[in-house]
């Protein structure tokens, strides 16, 4: 019962910046913790980072961590991911997810809600 929609992905140069948004919509009051994940071309879907259901708390992975940062507005219901000092490693589909279990998980089968994914490409 929750919608995601990415959107802000496109063609950067590596060391630029980019932000995405992930917009939740529903007609339920259940809170969410919201996941970053992204697939290249040929890859498994990766965990990029997730926020707590009241932006308390943020992780990320090892990949991203420094260079990411992911924010949360549940007056907006958007939550932000900041990417800066991109490289062209990072480029790929990114999308966001939605877990009902309120606190943070790294794994991609503990979302049950997702988003249609938004291409980042990162040029050198």
């Known amino acids: 019962q929750v919608q995601l929609a990415e959107s802000g992905g496109g063609l950067v140069q590596a060391g630029g910046s980019l932000r995405l948004s992930c917009t939740v919509s529903?007609?339920?009051?259940?809170?969410?913790?919201i996941g970053w994940f992204r697939q290249a071309p040929g890859q498994e879907r990766e965990f990029v980072g997730a926020i707590s259901w009241n932006g308390g708390k943020a992780e990320y992975a090892d990949s991203v961590k420094g260079r990411f940062t992911i924010s949360r507005d549940n007056a907006k219901s958007t939550v932000y991911l900041q990417m800066s000092s991109l490289k062209p490693e990072d480029t790929a589909v990114y999308y966001c997810?939605?877990?009902?279990?309120?606190?943070?998980?790294?794994?991609?089968?503990?979302?049950?809600?997702w988003g249609q994914g938004t291409q980042v490409t990162v040029s050198s």
């Open positions: 997810a939605a877990n009902g279990l309120l606190v943070i998980t790294v794994d991609r089968g503990t979302y049950d809600s």
């Open positions: 529903g007609r339920t009051f259940t809170n969410y913790a």
